[in-house]
C-alpha cells in the first residue's frame, strides 16, 4: 500500500510552539501540522467564525507546555479538580489518574492538531480494522513517544511521588489476547511514527478475554474487570452513534406503479458508540486514532415490565446489547 497521505507533519508548523526531537540519531522539526484556521480544500467546516473569533480560539487553545513547572500545576490541578483529591487524601492510585491525564492533554494536543491538518488537507487514509488491539501500558508508551518522561519524572519527584510505581498502577487494556492484537497495536504505532494518515478501528470490550490465575495447580479463568475504575486514555464520543441491525427478514412490498421494494423488517437494533484512543508516533506531532466500538440497547429499561413486576424483562434489551462487547471470545 503507498503512503498517499500528506507530507510529513513534523515539518509543517504549529504556530508559537516547536519542539525539535530525536528518532534514531535524525533530529527533524517536530512542530505539528497547521491549526484549523489554515483552512484549505477538502475541509468540512462544522463552525465558522471571523478572523477575530479564529485569532482568539487559537490563543487560547495553545499546546501545553512540557517543563516540569508546567507538568506539576497540571498534574495538582487534575488531582484537585479532575478528581476532586487534596494532599489529604492522596495515593498512587489517584497519583496514577492525575498523571495520566496530564498526559493525555497533552496527546489531546497532537490529535486535534493532527485531525486539523487532515481535515484541511483531505488525503486518503489507511483504516486498520482488528478484533483486538493488545495495547499495552499507555502512561509509559505516551510519554516515550512524546519524550516526556524525564520532565513528568522530575515533576512527580517533587511532589513526592516515584514515576515508575505510577506506571505500575495502570491496568493493561483488555482489547487483546496474544500475537494479532501486538501486531495490530505496533501497526498503529508505526503508522503514527511515519506520519501516515491513519485510524484503526475495534471493539470496546468490557471485560476483554480473561484473567488467568492457577488455583490448586490448574489455570482458573475470571473475569478482567480492566474498566472498573474507567479509563482515562478514552475520550467517549456520544455524538458518534449509529444503530446496527441483527436478525429480521426481507419482505416483498409493491407500491402503486408496481414496483417491487424490499424491506428489513423485525430486527433487533443496538446503537454502537465510538470510543477515541489517541495513538502519538515517535519523533514526530503525529498522533493517530483507534476508534473503539462498544454496544448500547436501543431502549435501556422496559417500565411496563417493571411495573409488572417483571424485573428481568425490563432489562432484557440492555443485556441482550451489551453482551455484543462484553467478551473477546478467541
Known amino acids: 500500500m503507498s503512503n498517499a497521505g500528506p507530507p510529513s507533519l513534523a515539518k509543517l508548523s504549529l504556530g508559537p510552539v516547536a519542539l525539535k526531537q530525536s528518532n534514531s540519531g535524525r533530529t527533524r522539526s517536530s512542530t505539528g501540522p497547521p491549526p484549523l484556521s489554515a483552512g484549505g480544500s477538502g475541509m468540512t467546516a462544522f463552525w465558522s467564525a471571523d478572523e477575530s473569533a479564529l485569532k482568539r480560539w487559537n490563543e487560547l487553545t495553545e499546546e501545553e507546555s512540557n517543563d516540569p513547572e508546567a507538568v506539576a500545576r497540571s498534574f495538582c490541578k487534575h488531582a484537585t479538580k479532575t478528581l476532586a483529591r487534596g494532599s489529604f487524601n492522596m495515593d498512587k492510585f489517584a497519583a496514577y489518574y492525575a498523571a495520566a491525564y496530564s498526559v493525555r492533554d497533552r496527546l489531546i494536543d497532537r490529535w486535534n492538531a493532527t485531525q486539523n491538518y487532515h481535515s484541511a488537507k483531505n488525503p486518503k487514509r489507511i483504516y486498520y480494522m482488528s478484533l483486538e488491539f493488545l495495547l499495552g501500558r499507555t502512561l509509559d508508551n505516551a510519554m516515550l513517544n512524546m519524550e516526556v518522561k524525564p520532565a513528568f519524572d522530575e515533576a512527580l519527584d517533587g511532589l513526592g511521588f516515584t514515576l515508575e510505581d505510577l506506571i505500575e498502577e495502570e491496568t493493561d487494556a483488555a482489547l487483546g489476547n496474544g500475537g494479532l492484537g501486538r501486531l495490530a497495536a505496533c501497526f498503529m504505532d508505526s503508522m503514527a511514527t511515519l506520519d501516515y494518515p491513519a485510524w484503526g478501528y475495534g471493539i470496546r470490550y468490557q471485560y476483554g478475554i480473561f484473567q488467568q490465575r492457577i488455583m490448586d495447580g490448574y489455570q482458573t479463568e475470571f473475569p ?82 417493571f411495573n409488572d413486576g417483571n424485573y428481568d424483562k425490563s432489562v432484557e434489551d440492555q443485556k441482550a446489547a451489551e453482551n455484543i462487547t462484553a467478551v473477546l471470545v478467541s
Open 224 to 305: 478482567d474487570y480492566w474498566l472498573n475504575f474507567g479509563n482515562p486514555w478514552e475520550v467517549e464520543r456520544l455524538d458518534v452513534c449509529y444503530e446496527v441491525r441483527f436478525r429480521g427478514f426481507v419482505s416483498k412490498v409493491t407500491d402503486s406503479s408496481n414496483r417491487a421494494r424490499y424491506m428489513w423488517e423485525g430486527c433487533e437494533k443496538v446503537l454502537a458508540i465510538g470510543y477515541d484512543n489517541p495513538i502519538p508516533g515517535y519523533g514526530t506531532k503525529n498522533c493517530i486514532n483507534i476508534r473503539l466500538w462498544s454496544s448500547k440497547p436501543t431502549k435501556e429499561f422496559d417500565f411496563a415490565s
